[in-house]
């Protein structure tokens, strides 16, 4: 009788341990199905995938009144480009057909994407105070002997890129405060600012859609 007894309370003590052991199971499931299910419906702040692009910076994706934020911690996907031809549709640039020759030539000559954007808002707001039939949105080449002038964007902006790695970075000058030292000597700090704000405004993809 006795030993009866003590294998139904090892059978009992076996099948306590089974289904807590179960119990722990479905709740280590359950919880994990929770967990992703708010990583997939939560916003997405990083690009991933050519999918999560589309639903960051499609036309009528997002909400009006929300901003881009795109970082480039992409995989397989480099956001740069977009960042570029976004933030010329933002204002209306006429190098919007030129976005990814900008971030293609900015590549080839090793410095960021930002410098040929950010210093053509600051020196002509993205072209549309270019001098007339220029094709000359930098402010450079412009003097009281005459002003330079290019066929069409696409030649000024392979132009420009190879100016800035030769006239600027190239000699170590890399900050715009350095830049505005040789390219805007005059200035009282404003270009240097405005290229700073306008940099940031791209590296931080916070400007309004």
């Known amino acids: 009788m006795v030993l009866q007894m003590d294998k139904l309370q090892s059978m009992l003590k076996r ?9 722990l199971g479905v709740f280590m499931c359950f919880f994990e199905l929770v967990v992703l299910s708010k990583t997939t419906d939560s916003k997405v702040f990083g690009i991933s995938t050519e999918e999560t692009i589309r639903i960051l910076v499609g036309n009528g994706e997002i909400l009006e009144d929300e901003k881009i934020k795109v970082n480039e911690n992409a995989l397989g996907v480099d956001a740069r480009p977009i960042i ?4 010329l549709e933002k204002y209306k640039s006429p190098l919007v057909p030129y976005s990814d020759l900008i971030y293609q030539v900015s590549k080839d000559y090793g410095f960021e994407y930002y410098w040929i954007v950010a210093i053509a808002q600051q020196e002509s707001n993205l072209c549309k105070k270019a001098p007339e039939d220029s094709h000359n949105c930098w402010g450079y080449g412009i003097h009281k002997r ?25 000699k170590g000058l890399t900050t715009p405060e350095e830049i505005m030292a040789k390219y805007c000597p005059s200035s009282n700090g404003s270009w240097a600012k405005g290229v700073w704000q306008f940099i940031n405004e791209m590296e931080n993809g916070t400007f309004d859609m």
């Open 146 to 170: 005459g002003t330079l002038k290019f066929e069409n964007y696409e030649l000024a902006i392979r132009s420009y890129a190879e100016y800035l790695k030769r006239e600027y970075f190239d």
């Open 84 to 87: 570029i031809k976004r933030y």
């Open 15 to 23: 099948v306590f341990f089974l289904s807590g052991f179960l119990v």
